[in-house]
């Protein structure tokens, strides 16, 4: 898909304006509070989701007004489309090619983005929910079905641990834990195979990323790291059943703890850089240049299965990379229409063909 143009009307600090890109290579430039990654942000919330700051809606309003509105035209699916999003008062109209929808995930089958931000620089150093997440919005966006599951299991899984906790104080109660163990399993189960599916897919396109990004110095791969003996090549049924087992292993430690120990929400992802932990011991280069290989690799997968190549949205993505590889990010990414900003001039110089725009105080001039 191609962004053709953007609207936006009393949207965070941006003056109210229009943004025409080109197909290939836009750099946004600019110095800090500007308004660079609000246009990104912007762009963004076309995916049916929240900002990936985690902002409230409430603060996507600009200052002293009751309505933020934002309208785009795009090429989807081998035809020209709109969207239009108004927020006020805690609450989203949306709008598909003038046909008002109950909901934004209504567009998510319409509209496509991966985004890499600086706080996606927190998936290599920080928890396993973050690199969970990372997974879990890809394969989420990939089908509404997979959203739809990981939504039951996180019930499943809280009444569970409701019914453990209750245990404590009624032992009668055990007897009704194996109902809710199957269903996890089941439930848990699909998400872990959808997972495995992912990363192999991972592996295969951000291990080539990795290679141009590094300038073939640097070899990337992913391993899945569950406690119930998972392995790669398991399908959804014997997935099921080592769940199961290992909940029944579990079962004392869950009772002592009052949570469930096992399962897909325990899981991890180890990122791994020349056969060492990225997390252990790649530099701030090399885990940046890790993240990125992994959200372009996101846009080559959802690419393969939806047909559709998203935008891609990366926000002070050149900072603390060399030459080499900044001339890869602004140069080589071939056939996606992409959205840099940086805050240095001296940046975009390297870009070879594209559309360069600065912004000034939420203008661009």
């Known amino acids: 898909m191609k962004v053709l143009g953007l609207l936006y009307e009393n949207y965070r600090n941006l003056e109210n304006g229009y943004l025409q890109p080109c197909e290939g290579v836009n750099v946004i430039y600019g110095r800090n509070a500007q308004g660079k990654t609000n246009l990104l942000e912007a762009l963004w919330l076309f995916c049916g989701g929240h900002s990936f700051r985690g902002s409230k809606d409430s603060e996507l309003i600009a200052f002293n007004k009751k309505t933020a509105v934002l309208k785009t035209s795009f090429y989807s699916f081998e035809r020209e489309q709109t969207a239009e999003i108004k927020i006020s008062s805690g609450k989203r109209e949306v709008k598909i090619n003038d046909v008002p929808k109950k909901s934004s995930s209504a567009l998510i089958e319409k509209y496509n983005a991966v985004v890499f931000s600086p706080e996606h620089l927190t998936l290599i150093k920080r928890g396993p929910s973050l690199r969970r997440n990372f997974i879990d919005s890809a394969v989420c966006r990939e089908k509404l079905k997979n959203a739809v599951i990981i939504s039951k299991y996180n019930k499943t899984l809280n009444q569970r641990n409701s019914l453990l906790k ?19 399993c089941v439930l848990g189960a699909s998400i872990i195979f959808q997972r495995l599916k992912f990363i192999k897919q991972l592996t295969k396109y951000a291990g080539e990323y990795h290679k141009g990004i590094s300038d073939n ?10 406690n119930a003996d998972i392995e790669d090549d398991d399908d959804e049924q014997t997935i099921a059943k080592k769940l199961k087992n290992a909940l029944l292993k579990c079962r004392r430690e869950d009772f002592n ?55 891609i949205l990366l926000d002070d993505v050149l900072s603390e990379l060399d030459n080499s590889r900044q001339e890869f990010l602004l140069n080589k990414i071939e056939d996606y229409q992409v959205f840099i900003t940086c805050c240095e001039k001296s940046n975009k110089e390297q870009l070879k063909k594209g559309k360069v725009f600065k912004i000034e105080n939420g203008k661009i001039v």
């Open 166 to 184: 209750d245990i404590f104080r009624h032992s009668e109660l055990k007897d009704t834990l194996e109902i809710w163990d199957d269903a996890l």
């Open 217 to 226: 110095s640097e070899k990337l791969s992913f391993s899945y790291c569950s």
């Open 257 to 311: 703890t009052g949570y469930t120990n096992v399962g897909p929400h325990r899981d991890d992802i180890d990122i791994i850089i020349n056969s060492k932990k990225a997390k252990l011991y790649a530099s701030q280069g090399q885990q940046r240049s890790a993240v990125l290989s992994m959200k372009l690799a996101e846009a080559e997968i959802l690419t393969k299965r939806t047909g559709e190549k998203p935008i």
